[in-house]
């Protein structure tokens, strides 16, 4: 418990050299971040996380408990990957005068990942549907779950 | 019924317990980590005036550590991802009573180390990501705030992990499927998707997204990492950052009285265009290494940065200063430490692949040291001086 709270104490002070450093850079600096760091976090529990209550939701109406697991997979890694390629799907950063920067067709290597992950889905699928169903059966058919 | 504010057990998911939350956050934890000690490393690397300067050897060292910076960065997004959707019924959790209060300031203080490592988390993520690929939309200093927000990403993780280290032992030591450690409230089986299953997939997603980016520095990854922000090619096979019309440099690099002056104090010798290529020339493999996490390997000649200083019969292991073309910006001077001015590979490049430097290249001549981040390989060079 002791060695606990001491390395606790010492990513206080870490965290806190950083937060010295942040101030360092200014007001105007510090202000900038301060709308990223509340904008990620906002974004994320009251934007993203509803959505994907939504899909879920969407999920368990539509498709069949037994197949569902290769499914939310599939969805979990096409949307994971597409969020952290916004960057380089929307070009953002593209220069007019540097054609070696952000070279690439990145919306047809979307339509190629998608694929990939809507096959591996259909394996997926696939083989849960020709082994026969394992484990307990569940009477009602339904443990009452409101999301996924 | 009257509508009410969610509360923590209306999320009743199998899949939102501290089995999964801990086993992704295990991996999510090595991939800060690495993040953050690769981070410093180059942070090192471009500090002028460090303690101690990097070493020369091994001269794909930043190649490689750069190239972990952004690979690991890049893995934490779906693996953060799985694990704030995990542990998102904590937000809601009830507040504690307020009559008892040391439990309400503990809580407050778990709360808000939560908050920041959220906060500094989601930062470092998107700020990385978004760099990698030069897209800026702010108006903070990148580097700086980056470098500064991931002491207080560290430190709060550190936090974090002590502040549940009990509940994480548990957890890890635990069959994934043991709902010991679970909220009040949560299913007590799997419907459709499995633990074992999600935490799979979070490490697929981890995989894909390492392998759909890392292709712009592991060449065999090239043709499979549709996200790679750059794809090898460019002028003798080597990819640009900052072009010469963008840094402004392209009359006066391509002007036809350019010398290259070599300076030590008051002593300074002039070396014109014809001289710096008669020059005995050298060739080496040398890795450009981008901050951005991008590298390629390119076969670089010219004369050996030693062989020119030492026409102002500088000391032996001096500390160079290199001033480039440019008429502004960040990395128009910088500081070549004295073992990288002394290396056999460090050159003051004129060709690559076997042709004269291209303009964007750094054409007439530009720095090429080993293990060194390409922000630092300086370009359109006017002058070598000895630091005073």
Redesign the interface.
Known sequence: MRA??G??A??????????Y??L??GW??LL??V????G??IL??FV??VA?LGVALLV?AV?P??V??PV??GL??LG??T???V???????A?A??P?????N?W???V??ALLVVLATAVGVVRRLRTPASGPP?PEGT?R???? | MRPRPPSER????F?RSPAVASRVGLALGICFGLAFLTGLYSHWQQNPDAWFPPPTRPVWGYRLTQGLHVASG?AA??LL??K??TV?PK?FAALPDLRKPRAALLNALERGSI??L???G??ML??G??N??????????FR??H?????????????HI??K?PLIRGALGADIDSTENDRPGT???A????RR??V???Y??AA??VL??AGATVPLLRKVS??????G??PGGI?????A??ARVTALATAGDYTLVVANGDREVEVDLDRLTSMRRHTYDLPIACVEGWSAQGTWAGPRIRDLMALVDAPEGADVVVRSLQPSGPYTTTLLPGNFAAADNTLLATHLSGERLSI?HGFPCRVIAPNRPGVLQTKWVARLEVRT
């Open positions: 606990r709270v390395i606790g010492v990513g206080v002070l870490v965290g806190a050299y950083g937060a450093l942040l360092g850079l105007d600096n900038a971040a709308y990223w760091l509340a990620g976090v994320h529990d993203l996380s994907l368990v498709v408990a037994r569902r697991g939310v997979a979990v890694v994971s990957v969020l952290l390629a960057p380089v799907l929307g070009s953002f950063g220069k005068d540097n070696t920067l952000l070279d690439r990145y047809l290597g979307w190629v990942l569940d443990e779950e409101p999301e996924a | 209306d999320f009743t998911s899949l890049t997004i779906p991802l799985v704030l959707w998102y937000l908050a920041v959220v906060a500094s989601i930062f998107a700020t990501i978004a990698s690929a030069q897209w800026y939309p702010w108006s903070f200093t700086l705030t470098y500064a927000l991931a002491w207080v990403a560290i430190g709060a993780l550190v936090v002590m502040v280290l299913a007590h089986r419907s459709g998707m499995t299953g999600l799979g997939t979070a697929a997603a894909v997204a759909s980016t549709v996200f790679g922000v750059r794809s090619d460019g990819p640009i950052n900052r072009s019309r963008a964007d």
